[in-house]
């Protein structure tokens, strides 16, 4: 009997257990079945929205812009901390808040700043006696007088003098003004086609420095070619340097009958350019000399002809700066100045005028130097010149004495 209750009570919850989990897997599929359905509506509203707004945006950006009027000019925001800029009906540009989200133009306004005039630059042009539009400008052919100054010219007619051999010495025509004598040998290679030179030395050389001395150095030219060109070192502070450097040129043995030898002896200068102290020329070689074997030869150098009107040299430099409008002139030395004390000597200065159409516009002078003939400034002196006006400006530099104020050089 107990064991009839136990399997009828087994067999009533077994089928009541199972007929429980039916019902839920049911509810679960119809709960799930909604949510899809769900789901997909709000997909398909989503997908419809961004279809629509994709169309709106494409053909907004396919539509042209409307073309602009003629004349006119649109703003553009170019500063976070000023409004825009904006053109009213007669092109003249004003101040608007609307913002560039708004407009469509492409159009950039170009801020330039315009450069602002010092008061030198103002008062250069109140100086300013004629306009420069008005200057009527006239071209005028300069003729050349052949019978004139002859400074630095080379006669050949003086040279004109040979070597003579043995002792190998070569005077100058009394009329030539004579400034030392140099020394050299003299060969020609026959098998290799070449005149050897060879400067020795040169002997009682004029002071061009004004400490008393030179610092001389020879070239040597086989004219008329001056292209190719020997040139000895430099010797420094001596009168009577010592070269013993030789050179040769490249020229047949007939060839040397039209050819001149030429010896120029100079003082080096660094700053300025440099002295010619004289010349020595050689004509007809095979005539005058016997090349064919090597010989000394010592000849006297011949002076060139100086202007008799040297009131000496000034050294100076110029240097101007167009965005600043600047020039700067620095007077960095004199030489060979004209004696006006009774000391042998002069108290000079340099004095520079700025002038402008034949009127001075400024001046400044440098320190005065004492007792001397060589003076060594290194002065800076600058004046303010606008960029326009560089071309109209022109400069006079007078060197005067301090003592007596009679004017040196222009």
């Known amino acids: 009997m107990e064991d009839y209750v136990k399997e009828h009570n087994c067999g009533y919850l077994e089928s009541h257990g199972v007929g429980l989990g039916e019902r839920q897997v049911l509810s679960v599929v119809l709960i799930m079945t909604l949510m899809s359905a769900v789901c997909s509506l709000l997909l398909g509203a989503f997908a419809l929205c961004a279809c629509r707004f994709c169309k709106t945006k494409r053909r907004d950006v396919e539509k042209p812009p409307a073309a602009a009027p003629v004349g006119s000019v649109t703003s553009l925001h170019i500063s976070q901390s000023t409004p825009d800029l904006a053109t009213s009906g007669n092109g003249t540009l004003t101040l608007d808040d609307e913002k560039i989200g708004r407009s469509h133009y492409k159009t950039v306004i170009k801020q330039v700043t ?15 006696c004629v306009p420069p539009s008005d200057v009527a400008f006239t071209i005028q052919r300069m003729r050349y007088d052949s019978q004139g100054s002859d400074v630095g010219v080379i006669e050949p007619d003086l040279y004109r003098h040979s070597a003579r051999e043995g002792g190998g010495i070569a005077t100058a025509p009394e009329n030539v003004k004579t400034c030392g004598s140099l020394q050299f040998m003299l060969r020609y290679d026959d098998k290799a086609d070449y005149l050897v030179i060879r400067v020795i030395s040169a002997r009682n050389l004029p002071a061009k420095d004004f400490s008393g001395t030179s610092d001389p150095y020879v070239k040597v030219y086989l004219l008329p070619d001056r292209k190719r060109k020997h040139q000895t ?79 000496g040299e000034v050294l100076l430099s110029l240097c101007y700066l167009p965005t600043a409008g600047r020039l700067t002139v620095t007077i960095i030395k004199a030489r060979n100045l004209k004696v006006m004390d009774i000391s042998g000597t002069s108290d000079p200065y340099v004095k520079v005028s700025l002038m402008c159409h034949g009127r001075r516009i400024k001046k400044k002078k440098t320190h005065v130097k004492k007792s001397t003939l060589n003076p060594v400034y290194n002065e800076a002196i600058v004046f303010d010149v606008p960029r326009d006006n560089i071309e109209d400006v022109s400069l006079l530099v007078n060197v005067i004495d301090y003592d007596r104020v009679v004017l040196l050089q222009n």
């Open 114 to 128: 315009l450069p602002t005039l010092t008061q030198q630059h103002l008062a250069f042009r109140r100086q300013l």
């Open 233 to 311: 070192k430099v010797h420094r502070k001596t009168l009577n340097p010592e070269f013993n450097e030789t050179f040769t040129f490249n020229v047949g043995y007939t060839d040397l009958e039209d050819r001149t030898l030429q010896f120029s002896i100079y003082d080096f200068d660094r700053f300025s350019r440099h002295d010619m102290i004289g010349v020595i020329l050689l004509k007809n070689l095979t005539r005058a000399i016997d090349l064919t074997r090597e010989q000394a030869y010592s000849m006297d150098i011949c002076c060139v002809p100086q202007d008799k009107l040297d009131y």
